[in-house]
């Protein structure tokens, strides 16, 4: 697979799942996963 720049988006938003929903159990998390949330959705 090249590494062109619609591969590395989706590579990033791929990786940024976890995060996601690590943020989203942690206690306080609320504007931290909205704030990755809206990262993912803007590239």
């Known amino acids: ?3 062109n720049t619609p591969n590395l988006l989706t590579l990033f938003r791929m990786a940024l799942i976890p ?3 690590t943020l989203y159990f942690m206690p306080v998390a609320g ?3 909205t704030a990755v949330f809206l990262l993912a ?3």
Do not use: I
């Open 1 to 3: 697979m090249p590494l």
């Open 19 to 21: 995060v996601v929903v």
């Open 31 to 33: 504007v931290y996963v």
């Open 41 to 43: 959705g803007l590239t």
